[in-house]
Antibody, heavy 118, light 108 residues
Framework: EVQLVESGGGLVKPGGSLRLSCAGS????????MSWVRQAPGKGLEWVGR??????????DYAAPVKGRFSISRDDSKNTLYLQMNSLETEDTAVYYC?????????WGQGTLVTVSS | QSALTQPASVSGSPGQSITISCTGT?????????VSWYQQHPGKVPKLMIY???NRPSGVSNRFSGSKSGNTASLTISGLQAEDEAGYYC????????FGGGTRLTVL
């Protein structure tokens, strides 16, 4: 069974930074394109960004609202995906899901809540 | 305003069929077979129901089907069941992944 487990969420002040991690198991992590999707409280789904597998170039793409502030990376030796979030804004408050896939997503992690508030 | 347009809500009675639309543009829905659909029950994690317009992942009921015509994709649920009551989101690709605003399905 494929499992994705996020960690690192919490409360952070506007302008602050946070790094989320996602540990994968049950999949050939190094071959997987991985993404982050977020959901603000009571709102819909919003794609954050993705990272391709190393064999496909390992490049990253980001949604416009986070480009230049967020960075996605991966450590295939640890089967772990990361989301470094800098210059956080109140609008970044959301549950952040780690997902397997580049343009469709399956499976999803349980999510980790990030709250940006003073 | 979401990049893809979905009705805010739809409803149907048990046993009936319903269709949820997802309207984009010729640059996204109309340009690739990359539409996917997700089901999300309140407080739960989204679940992939359809990918690449009409493909069902293993384990998803064949009561769920997807299609596309021009710039509009559709999710049809036949033989509605109470457990189908949930939020549904479509997704496509236009230089980046985009989601619809979501549709709340009520089973009457």
């Amino acid at each position: 069974e494929v499992q994705l487990v996020e960690s690192g969420g919490g409360l952070v002040k506007p302008g602050g930074s946070l790094r989320l991690s996602c540990a994968g198991s049950g999949l050939t992590f190094s071959n997987a394109w991985m993404s982050w999707v977020r959901q603000a409280p009571g709102k819909g789904l919003e794609w954050v960004g993705r990272i391709k597998s190393r064999t496909d170039g390992g490049t990253t793409d980001y949604a416009a609202p986070v480009k230049g502030r967020f960075s996605i990376s991966r450590d295939d030796s640890k089967n772990t995906l990361y989301l470094q979030m800098n210059s956080l804004e109140t609008e970044d408050t959301a549950v952040y899901y780690c997902v397997s896939g580049g343009h469709y997503f399956d499976p999803w992690g349980q999510g980790t809540l990030v709250t940006v508030s003073s | 305003q979401s990049a893809l347009t979905q009705p805010a809500s739809v409803s149907g009675s048990p046993g009936q069929s319903i269709t949820i639309s997802c309207t984009g543009t010729s640059s996204d829905v109309g340009d690739c077979n990359c539409v996917s659909w997700y089901q999300q029950h309140p407080g739960k994690v989204p679940k992939l129901m359809i990918y690449d317009v009409s493909n069902r992942p293993s384990g998803v009921s064949n009561r769920f089907s997807g299609s596309k015509s021009g710039n509009t994709a559709s999710l049809t649920i036949s033989g509605l069941q109470a457990e189908d009551e949930a939020g549904y989101y479509c997704s496509s690709y236009r230089s980046s992944v985009i989601f619809g605003g979501g549709t709340r399905l009520t089973v009457l």
